[in-house]
């Protein structure tokens, strides 16, 4: 059996990138732009105010104008102001010809038409946004490999860009596999448990941008089960498969793989929870078949599935921890495996929830993280920092 160390190495060997797609912006936060972004535009696209009062050429030894024109913004004339005249001015409104400067209103005494400047020491070009000043038209704005926040969102929305060009998510299956599995909604006879393995892990993929999922549930028979996989296989870029990867006699996951010629990459992991995991590869396309008990499947997702899908999405240092925390109790563990713990982080420490058997998910109604302690030792004592990952 290889440790988790061992088998992040497997899958880093392995990683592949995906195609590009294009989005909406609004849609596209979360994603990784896929080339380089040249700005198509001057932003500002013209010079226009910062602040509402007057627009006016700033001279020395003037301290008063007369109001001759007001521009509210959207404006779409072009002014000219002469020697001593100022013009009523809105925070975006274009600047008018002639004018170099904007004074607040609050600093401002106006008499019907005629403005008085009331405070000294004001700067020739105060309060003007100038054109150009964020970006100018062909400089660069966002490299390929930027992780598109809301704000990147709003930039490039700020140019004009409707649409922008990502790291297409991978094209994903999910199979269940169980005689015993119903969907919610489905009336439970004895014996059967709801299916909360699907939902899940699509809410799992959700998050990560993964649009494009195929689910389907399969009884515990290798013939069925085997079709299904391959049906699978045929459209998607990453088949994910939850039950049937143990030592059981119903458990046909492992057999049906090897039949379609899908080569393993590892099989079983010295962790708790979720040792019986396979990774394989069919060409370019990832077999993930994750064990069945819940808790298993969602640590699996998230320290083995999740960081190949987000490489292949764009992302870098996807095996990083997501910070690093002293552990809040101490906690006593089984040297040898790496224990995935469900917790929650209060006040800069980490708790450990109860409930870590790996058929609960009670853990996951307070649990915000899971934290990693590592495999070479059988006590983590209080105040130690571990590794991260948020759910
Ligand atoms: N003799 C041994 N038995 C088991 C071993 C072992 O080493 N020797 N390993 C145990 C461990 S650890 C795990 S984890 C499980 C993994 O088993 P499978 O991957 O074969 O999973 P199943 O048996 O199909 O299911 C396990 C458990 O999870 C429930 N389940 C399955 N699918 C769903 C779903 N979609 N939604 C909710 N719950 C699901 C299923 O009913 C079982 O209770 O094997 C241990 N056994
Ligand atoms: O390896 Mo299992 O997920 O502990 O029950």
Redesign the pocket.
Known sequence: MISVNEARKILAENLTRGGSVEIQVSEAAGYVVYRDIVSPADVPAFDNSAMDGYALAWGKNRESWTVVVEIPAGSAKNFRLSEGEAARIFTGSPMPEGADTVIPQEQIERTGNIIQYTLPGFGTGANVRYKGTQIRTGELMMQRGTLLSAGGVGLLASVGFATVEVFAPPVLSVI???S??RTPGEPLTHGA??????PMLKAALNRLGVRKIYTSRVA?NEPELRKNIEKELNKSDVVII???????D??F?KTSLAGLGVKELFYKVKQ?????IFAGKLENKWVF??????A??LSCFSHYVKPCIRYFMGHNNVWNPDITLPLAEDSIKKKGLTFFMKAYTENGKVHLAEGQQ??NLIAFSKADCFAELPEDVDFVEAGTSVNIYFL
């Open positions: 269940v596999t169980g015993e599995l448990i709801f299916d909360s393995n699907s515990d939850s039950g049937g990867i143990s030592v059981g119903y458990d996951v708790r929870p979720g040792k019986p078949a994750l064990p069945g008990n819940p298993s499947v790996s058929f």
